[in-house]
C-alpha cells in the first residue's frame, strides 16, 4: 500500500521559512516523480513543484519560483519542499504527491502552513 | 497558462440521479486531462485520467468525455460517498505548468 506522509507545518510569520518533509513508503520511490501540490483555504488546487526520479530536473509554478525549492533522498525514500520568503498567500493545506504520467494518483494527508504574524 | 474553467460551481442533485460537470480549457490540451474527488478534510483521489480513462478501483459509475478544450464527468446514479467537490487538471505543458479547475461542488438536493 502506498504510503505518503508529511511533517513540518506550521505557523510561520511573513518573510519566514520552513521546511516540509514527506516519507514514502509502499513502492518503489526512486522510480517515479514527485510532486508537492497545496490547496489554499476557499481556493482550488494548484500544482507547486515537481522533481524527476534522479533529482535532475525540477519544475516550480511560476509564483514559488525563487523561494520554494523541491529536493529529495532516494535512498531514505524521502521528498522535500523547503520554503523561503513565505507570503500570506502561500497559507495552504500542502500535499506530497506520487506523479504518474503527469497526474497524481496518490496523495499524503497533508501539512498545513500557516503564514501570519 | 492554461486556465481551466469549470461549471457550475454548486450542483445540487438528488441521490440516485445524473449528474454533469464541465470543464473547459482555455486553449487546447488535447486529451492531458484529469478528474479529482476531494470530500472535506481529505486528500484528492484521481478518478479519471487521459480525458476518459477510470483510475485503479474507481466504480464503473464514473464516465468522463472530451478531448480539446471541452470536457465533461458524468456520475450516473449518484451514491451519498459522492457528494463532494471535483476538480479538473490539465497537464498538457512541457516544461510542467499543470492547472487545476476552481472546482465544481456536488450537493445533496
Known amino acids: 500500500e502506498v504510503q505518503l506522509v508529511e511533517s513540518g507545518g506550521g505557523l510561520v510569520q511573513p518573510g519566514g521559512s520552513l521546511r516540509l518533509s514527506c516519507a514514502a513508503s509502499g513502492f518503489p520511490f526512486s522510480s517515479y516523480w514527485m510532486a508537492w501540490l497545496r490547496h489554499a483555504p476557499g481556493k482550488g488546487l494548484e500544482w507547486v513543484a515537481s522533481i524527476k526520479q534522479d533529482g535532475g530536473e525540477e519544475f516550480y509554478v511560476d509564483s514559488v519560483k525563487g523561494r520554494f525549492t523541491i529536493s529529495r533522498d532516494n535512498p531514505k525514500n524521502s521528498l522535500y519542499l523547503q520554503i523561503n520568503s513565505l507570503r500570506a498567500e502561500d497559507t495552504a493545506v500542502y500535499y506530497c504527491a506520487r506523479e504518474t504520467h503527469s497526474t497524481y494518483p496518490d496523495w499524503g494527508q497533508g501539512a498545513l502552513v500557516t503564514v501570519s504574524s | 497558462e492554461i486556465v481551466m474553467t469549470q461549471s457550475p460551481a454548486t450542483l445540487s442533485v438528488s441521490p440516485g440521479e445524473r449528474a454533469t460537470l464541465s470543464c473547459r480549457a482555455s486553449?487546447?490540451?488535447?486529451?492531458?486531462l484529469a478528474w479529482y474527488q476531494q470530500k472535506p478534510g481529505q486528500a484528492p483521489r484521481l478518478l479519471i485520467y487521459?480525458?476518459?480513462t477510470r483510475a485503479t478501483g474507481i466504480p464503473a459509475r464514473f464516465s468522463a468525455s472530451g478531448s480539446g478544450t471541452e470536457f465533461t464527468l458524468t456520475i450516473s446514479s449518484l451514491q451519498s460517498e459522492d457528494f463532494a467537490v471535483y476538480y479538473c487538471?490539465?497537464?498538457?505543458?512541457?516544461?510542467?505548468?499543470?492547472?487545476f479547475g476552481q472546482g465544481t461542488k456536488l450537493e445533496i438536493k
Open positions: 487538471q490539465q497537464y498538457k505543458n512541457w516544461p510542467p505548468m499543470y492547472t
Open positions: 486553449q487546447s490540451v488535447s486529451s492531458n
Open positions: 487521459g480525458a476518459s
